[in-house]
């Protein structure tokens, strides 16, 4: 079983800034991958970054320069400058483990709110 425990959220104007945290615990193996989704109130949720183990990252085109996913062992975070009203959301963090060569396994955070708004 994995916990992954997302903190760092709240309210913030535009233009503002927030670091979102996503600590995991538990049977943690063979990461593939950490990053965030997110989803707003009626609509689909949507990748916002990833961070794959090897160092490459991946961003959603609407926050690519003022998004940075970072990872710290089993910590992953999500650094949002120049945050935007569309960028208000429920967060989600995951993780994605290899369970054998052709399995991979994905446990999901809780979810954590991000509003922007002056």
């Not at 965030?36 to 916002?48: D, F, H, I, N, S």
């Not at 991946?58 to 996913?69: L, P």
């Amino acid at each position: 079983q994995v916990q992954l425990v997302e903190s760092g959220g709240g309210l913030v104007q535009p233009g503002g800034s927030l670091r979102l945290s996503c600590a995991a615990s538990g049977s943690i193996f063979s990461i593939n991958a950490m990053g965030w989704y997110r989803q707003a109130p009626g609509k689909e949720r949507e990748l916002v970054a990833t961070g794959i183990s090897g160092g490459s990252t991946n961003y959603a085109d609407s926050v690519k320069g003022r998004f940075t996913i970072s990872r710290d062992k089993n910590t992953v975070y999500l650094q949002m400058n120049s945050l935007k009203p569309e960028d208000t959301s429920v967060y989600y963090c995951y993780i994605t483990m290899n369970v054998n060569i052709a399995t991979t396994k994905r446990s999901w955070g809780q979810g954590i709110q991000v509003t922007v708004s002056p």
